[in-house]
């Protein structure tokens, strides 16, 4: 994967990445699988280029890799040291899965929607994404009893509804989940989704979304550098 980061600043900002030896870590600590197998794992990852300087205004293209060789998951831990003292710990992950299966993968057990004013005219569509990282085609159920509850506890508003509660994800591709949040307080909301993979596991997403006033979407849309529905 390449990731590419540019420089805002106003000098050149020297980097440079730190694996487990460079920063005197037990990788026997970070091995996932057998004792031992640390130095094998810390070989599976790489990242070019590892050092330099980026100048101002300048942009920077990371290239991170990974070594597949043998059915797993591995994580190892890499710290970016900054200029000026600053530092970012990074946990690289790397999966591997049988040949002929689905994969969804799901980087975080939550997901928060944009601010949606109160009484929005029209709120707008917003989208949870399901990526299938296998080679075969996955199919998924958005469950409804949670949005069912929200909206009985709501006076039989939908305060969040799912419009397509089941789909099909083709091999290495993104689906998007659609969503309409109309919020009727000023709180953020959260409410637990389950969605089911067929053939798998069923896994629990929280979707988090924040009603808001009128007036405070130009607030919200400085802040975050998006528009607010209204």
Same mark, same amino acid.
Request: aromatic share 8%.
């Given at each position: ?5 540019q420089s ?11 694996f487990?030896?460079d ?5 026997a ?5 057998e004792?031992?197998?640390g130095g094998?794992m810390q070989?599976?990852?790489n990242?070019?280029p590892r050092q330099?300087t980026?100048q101002?205004?300048e942009?920077?293209s990371?290239d991170?890799s990974? @070594?597949?060789d043998?059915?797993? &998951?591995d994580? +190892?831990?890499? $710290?970016l040291?900054?200029s !000026?003292?600053r ?5 690289l992950?790397g999966?591997?899965v049988?040949s002929?299966v ?5 980087a975080h ?5 944009h601010p949606?004013?109160?009484g929005a005219d029209?709120?707008?569509?917003q989208?949870?994404?399901l990526?299938?990282g296998?080679?075969?085609?996955l ?5 409804p ?5 929200l @909206?009985?506890?709501?006076?039989g &508003?939908?305060i +969040?509804?799912? $419009?397509?509660t089941s789909? !099909?994800?083709a091999p290495?591709?993104?689906a998007q989940i659609?969503f309409?949040?109309s919020?009727?307080e000023?709180?953020?909301y959260a409410?637990e ?11 629990k997403?929280?979707?988090f979304g924040q ?5 405070e979407?130009?607030?919200?849309e400085?802040?975050l550098g998006?528009p607010?529905p209204?």
């Open positions: 994967a390449v990731v590419s980061t805002t600043g106003k000098v050149p900002a020297k980097f440079r990445f730190l487990p030896p920063l005197c870590l037990d990788m600590t970070w091995a996932q699988d004792p031992g197998d094998m070989e599976k990852f990242i070019e330099g980026i101002p205004g942009t920077l990371l991170f990974y @070594r597949h043998g059915e797993g &998951c994580e +190892l831990p890499v $710290l040291k900054l !000026r003292g530092e970012i710990m990074l946990q992950r999966v591997t049988k002929g689905a994969y969804p993968q799901i057990d939550s997901h928060t929607l949606v004013v109160i029209k709120a707008p569509i989208y949870y994404e990526y299938n296998g080679d075969c085609q199919s998924y159920e958005v469950l009893e949670s949005l069912e509850k @909206r009985e506890e709501n006076y &508003c939908d +969040l509804q799912c $419009l397509q789909g !099909r994800v290495h591709s993104i659609p309409v949040f919020p009727l000023q709180k953020t409410v989704v389950p969605i089911i993979i067929l053939g798998g596991e069923t896994r997403i929280t979707i009603g808001i006033l009128p007036g979407e130009k607030e919200k400085n802040t998006i607010v209204m």
